[in-house]
């Protein structure tokens, strides 16, 4: 049963303690508001600034469990603080492990100040949660995919075009790379796990992830410098770094160029071309 009086105090007293910086956004001029406003904390849940009022006012309607997920987001709360949101409005938590899609409050605030930065946080499956608008421009939008094919390493076996954006020198590398991390996930998880129920899909899909996964290949990890190829800006060599939150087995991943650099003048051409870059 929806607590609605107590679920209006504790979304007021989290939006309160929010400041514009905290999430990424600009303060602006002759700012007065406590905390963030109303307008501001529905656009980061992505629902309408009416339904979230609505909500603070105790007199909005009983918000299904997607709606409380990208409330929890949008708020950047504490996995405690998650499910207690989910109490107060009348639903069980979701389960806590490594399938959880909640990024911690620490992550997203590093990922909120890295605007003009080509950036992804992404699941140990490679299930990308969130990108920069740079993250973006320089892979696509790989938010957008559902089911099997969020994961980069699924697509990789099973969709041609997930290669285009690598050097062709590098592809042979990085189907060992995602069948060897793949084994390792799925060996951590055990029988039953999402990425057991991703390996008997792809045995059964690709013919090449069969051959490598016969191999039994572990322990090839990422190269730390990348190679794109981009269709508007052409060849980047970018250095990725990796801040890993193992209590929710997410990874940042952070994408930069060296100063100077030709790859880095490229960068700089990514974000004047914007997020439509990659089309």
Not at 18 to 44: C, M, N, Y
């Amino acid at each position: 049963m929806i607590d609605r009086t107590g679920l209006a105090g504790f979304l007021r007293r989290r939006r309160e303690s929010l400041q514009p910086e905290d999430v990424g956004l600009p303060r602006g001029p002759r700012r007065r508001a406590k905390g963030l406003r109303r307008e501001e904390i529905s656009f980061l849940c992505a629902m309408s600034t009416d339904y979230y009022a609505r909500l603070e006012r105790a007199r909005g309607p009983h918000p299904s469990e997607q709606m409380l997920a990208s409330i929890a987001q949008g708020l950047h709360l504490s996995l405690d603080e998650r499910d207690h949101l989910f109490r107060l409005a009348g639903h069980n938590p979701p389960v806590r492990g490594a399938n959880t899609e909640h990024i911690s409050p620490g992550l997203l605030r590093v990922f909120d100040r890295l605007g003009d930065t080509p950036a992804e946080i992404v699941t140990e499956l490679g299930e990308t949660l969130r990108q920069t608008p740079m993250g973006v421009a320089l892979t696509g939008d790989t938010t957008a995919y559902e089911g099997p094919a969020r994961s980069s390493g699924y697509r990789w076996f099973t969709e041609p075009a997930a290669r285009l954006l690598h050097a062709p020198e590098e592809h042979a590398f990085l189907t060992r790379m995602y069948a060897s991390g793949l084994r390792e996930i799925a060996t951590l998880r055990g029988p039953g796990s999402r990425a057991a129920h991703f390996v008997d899909l792809l045995l059964e899909r690709s013919e090449e992830f069969r051959r490598v996964w016969e191999e039994h290949e572990v322990g090839v990890r990422p190269h730390g410098v990348k190679r794109f190829v981009h269709p508007e800006v052409g060849s980047l060599e970018l250095d990725c770094q990796r801040l890993l939150d193992p209590d929710q087995a997410h990874a940042l991943l952070v994408y930069t160029a060296v100063p100077g650099s030709e790859s880095h003048e490229k960068l700089h051409l990514l974000s004047v071309l914007g997020p439509g870059a990659l089309r």
